[in-house]
């Protein structure tokens, strides 16, 4: 599936974009805008979800520039990826929610059963108790100042990069859950904004 907006019939009125889109009339709202990023929210014919550009670094800025014309066609770019992915949802719904599930047992084992993820988090956890000990014993007077910042500073690193580790896992067991649909409308979005929809469309009354 292939949604283009028709460029020649969008209308943008102060947060209010409008789009046709395979002569359907699609409507969205303009959450961020701004010369480096633009976010867009889809109300209708689906609503729930919102996508955003990234953000444009400034030294860019001068060849993309979101506050002007640019803007106006990235916004209806992301509303129509929006609305396609609305679409593929619908028709395929269970098959999404099927791995929707593996993707959240997935979860489960790393948070709570893989070992090396477990021993990275209590890591952390001591880590986390030392530096608390390291400030007690500073306003103590048990250590100065130059012992209690050469203390820190190596836990500090050795938390940050953990932290780091921890964060690309996370994020790679989520592009692997759903590399499957990497060249469907699902992957023109950011994963986590499709976990939250998919999310929201099994459990409404959690939304």
């Given at each position: 599936m292939n949604?283009?907006?028709?460029l020649s019939k969008v209308k943008i009125e102060?947060?209010?974009?409008?789009?046709e889109i395979d002569r359907v009339s699609v409507t969205g709202k303009i959450l961020e805008r701004n010369s480096g990023?633009?976010?867009i929210s889809i109300t209708s014919p689906y609503r729930g979800i919102s996508q955003s550009s990234g953000n444009v670094p400034i030294p860019l800025r001068q060849f993309r520039n979101y506050s002007g014309p640019a803007g106006a066609t990235k916004a209806a770019e992301l509303l129509a990826n929006l609305y396609s992915f609305c679409l593929y949802v619908e028709e395929h719904k269970a098959e999404l929610l099927a791995t929707l599930a593996e993707y959240e047992k997935a979860v489960h084992y790393a948070k709570h059963?893989?070992?090396v993820l477990l021993n990275k988090r209590q890591r952390m956890d001591a880590i986390t108790q030392e530096l608390k000990e390291y400030?007690?014993?500073l306003k103590s007077g048990e250590i100065d100042s130059a012992t209690y910042q050469r203390k820190l500073g190596p836990l500090?690193?050795?938390m940050e990069d953990l932290a780091l580790e921890a964060e690309m896992e996370s994020r790679m067991l989520l592009l692997q859950s759903f590399q499957a649909y990497e060249d469907s409308p699902v992957g023109?979005?950011?994963p986590e904004n499709v976990i939250q929809y998919l999310s929201a469309l099994r459990d409404?009354?959690?939304?």
């Open positions: 949604s283009t907006a028709d102060d947060d209010h974009i409008e789009v990023e633009i976010t059963l893989d070992p400030k007690r014993a500090k690193k050795e023109k979005l950011w409404p009354e959690s939304g």
